[in-house]
């Protein structure tokens, strides 16, 4: 929960390794709560800002190398935008918010993958927030060979990365869920309409009043 008062803003963070199916998953499930008319923001990081998109683009570029400081530092900044611009108000008017990463990805792959530290990593990740956390993590779980194996097309700068840095990736995942009652984890090793209901039996159980269950 955020340490902030909110309305009855619900705010909810999907995470996961590449190709998992983040992306698409959370697509189908907005196309879901249209039909249903329940109303929700869907939004993703980095970017949701104007700021936040131009930093998505430098981060991102397979062209651009930079270092592992500089880009926890990049991360950071447009979360700290995000926060600010688009999360804390949608809260604050009371509405479902679904975003694509949030604090756990940093912690996954810069405080632990890229060896930067867990610890340190989380301090700078709350001063960024304000203290904002989610009020609950969804995982997306599968193999990161399979995920590799999943992607097509133009791949961005932390697609291209090893295999050996997508495994600790994945390892990271695994211990952060393991280590907080917030999370829940879906395996996303199936066809995407197995893996969609399997989401939103999920999040029914967890949160009815906002995903109808059998809906």
């Given at each position: 929960m955020s340490d902030q008062t909110r309305s009855e803003g619900l705010f909810i963070a999907f995470e996961g390794g590449e190709g998992a199916g983040k992306s698409t998953h959370l697509r189908r499930l907005?196309?879901?709560?249209?039909?249903?008319?329940i109303a929700h923001l869907l939004v993703r990081e980095p970017g949701g800002?104007?700021?936040?998109?131009r930093i998505r683009r430098v981060v991102?570029?397979?062209e651009t190398p930079v270092c592992a400081e500089t880009e926890l530092l990049l991360y950071l900044a447009s979360r700290a935008e995000f926060v600010r611009r688009v999360v804390r108000p949608a809260l604050e008017r009371g509405e479902l918010v679904l975003a694509d990463r949030f604090e756990m990805s940093t912690y996954a792959y810069q405080g632990m993958a890229r060896g930067l530290g867990l610890d340190r990593v989380r301090d700078l990740n709350a001063f960024a927030t304000g203290g904002l956390k989610p009020d609950g993590t969804v995982i997306l779980v599968l193999d990161p060979d399979v995920g590799r194996g999943r992607q097509h097309g133009g791949m961005d700068r932390l697609e291209r990365e090893h295999a050996d840095f997508h495994r600790a990736v994945?390892?990271?995942y695994e211990l952060l869920a393991a280590s907080d009652p917030g999370v829940i984890t879906v395996s996303s090793d199936d066809t995407v309409d197995a893996v969609q209901e399997r989401?939103?039996?999920a999040l029914s159980d967890r949160w009815p009043d906002r995903f109808p269950p059998g809906a």
């Open positions: 907005a196309e879901r709560l249209d039909r249903l008319g800002t104007p700021a936040g998109e991102l570029d397979p994945a390892d990271a989401l939103w039996k």
